[in-house]
């Protein structure tokens, strides 16, 4: 089991930044990608990009390619979503969640709960 707690998020105004921290625990040894997603307000869940729990790789949705950016700390088993030039289209829930080594299952294997961005204009 590996659970995901999202945290960062906030009310920003456009133009702003934000970091959003997304920490691992469980069976962290298992996890082989992280991967962010938001979910605006009457829309579907989209994906922003994700990167490998080593940290080695990193692939970004061309929706957010260069304002979002994804790393890593292992020492902390955190990932971050660093998010640039904020938008009010920029506002949902934004989650987390992992895919590990092993999964018989097409989408993530576990979700965090999600944190809330408003961008106000």
């Known amino acids: 089991q590996v659970q995901l707690v999202e945290s960062g998020g906030g009310l920003v105004q456009a133009g702003g930044s934000l970091r959003l921290s997304c920490t691992a625990s469980?069976?962290?040894?298992?996890?082989?990608?992280v991967g962010w997603f938001r979910q605006a307000p009457g829309k579907e869940r989209e994906s922003v990009g994700r990167?490998?729990?080593?940290?080695?790789?990193?692939y970004y949705d061309d929706s957010v390619k260069g304002r979002f950016t994804i790393s890593r700390d292992n020492a902390k088993n955190t990932v971050y979503l660093q998010i640039n030039s904020l938008k009010p289209e920029d506002t949902g829930i934004y989650y987390c969640?992992?895919?590990?080594?092993?999964?018989?299952?097409?989408?993530?294997?576990?979700w965090g709960q999600g944190t809330q961005v408003t961008v106000s204009s």
């Open positions: 969640a992992a895919k590990v080594y092993g999964s018989v299952i097409h989408d993530y294997d576990y």
């Open positions: 469980g069976h962290t040894f298992n996890i082989y990608f």
């Open positions: 990167i490998s729990w080593s940290g080695s790789s990193t």
